[in-house]
T-cell receptor
Framework: DAGVTQSPTHLIKTRGQQVTLRCSPK?????VSWYQQALGQGPQFIFQ???????QRGNFPDRFSGHQFPNYSSELNVNALLLGDSALYLC???????????????FGPGTRLTVL | DAKTTQPNSMESNEEEPVHLPCNHS???????IHWYRQLPSQGPEYVIH???SNVNNRMASLAIAEDRKSSTLILHRATLRDAAVYYC???????????????FGQGTTLQVKP
């Protein structure tokens, strides 16, 4: 079992550009959540996808959008990048039915985004 | 969302027990207490969770105060590989609307000295 995988590992962009980050969930999982972790801070919830739809969203602007594919993998898109978007972006997967009974989430290693 | 308070950092000696405290005075009666840890250059990983009773697993023990306003994560014999940021998180109770969203604080950075 490969666990949660994310690509790319690192990415450098300039202000105003757009970026797409990718996540493959743990085998058997159907729900993907995205988190942003600024340096020295705890992760902040961006949104969660299930059945290709956004299920819940945190306090992030519309520049942050996502997508989930039929195979449960997911993408995070960020438009009009700002310097403050520099962070580690984490993907977490789970089973929706598991979340309902308090199951945990499994995190990937993250994508380090640097905006210059 | 209920908040948790943890010390910024703690130190421990290798092979000694470590007690990581967490205060959650505004916890509701149905919030679960979860602990995750984040090793350097990795994503967070689940450690343990509980509601009212103390819990044990292969990684750690969780001691929950009787009034549930605080809890303590116990690592019985710290190793160098336990050096990480430990997060104490309150989660919504199980239910069909539960997204499992995790609200992280800044956590406690644990240093383990050889």
């Amino acid at each position: 079992d490969a666990g949660v995988t994310q690509s790319p590992t690192h990415l450098i962009k300039t202000r105003g550009q757009q970026v797409t980050l990718r996540c493959s969930p743990k085998s058997g999982h159907d729900t993907v959540s995205w988190y942003q972790q600024a340096l020295g801070q705890g992760p902040q919830f961006i949104f969660q996808y299930y059945e290709e739809e956004e299920r819940q969203r945190g306090n992030f602007p519309d520049r942050f959008s996502g997508h989930q594919f039929p195979n449960y993998s997911s993408e995070l898109n960020v438009n009009a990048l700002l310097l403050g978007d520099s962070a580690l972006y984490l993907c977490a997967s789970s089973l929706l039915s598991g979340l309902a009974i308090g199951d945990t989430q499994y995190f990937g290693p993250g994508t380090r985004l640097t905006v210059l | 969302d209920a908040k948790t308070t943890q010390p910024n950092s703690m130190e421990s000696n290798e092979e000694e027990p470590v007690h990581l405290p967490c205060n959650h005075s505004t916890i509701s009666g149905t919030d679960y207490i979860h602990w995750y840890r984040q090793l350097p250059s990795q994503g967070p990983e689940y450690v343990i969770h509980g509601l009212t009773s103390n819990v044990n697993n292969r990684m750690a023990s969780l001691a929950i105060a009787e009034d549930r306003k605080s809890s303590t994560l116990i690592l019985h014999r710290a190793t160098l590989r336990d050096a990480a940021v430990y997060y104490c998180i309150l989660r919504d109770p199980p239910g069909s609307g539960n997204t499992g969203k995790l609200i992280f604080g800044q956590g406690t950075t644990l240093q383990v000295k050889p």
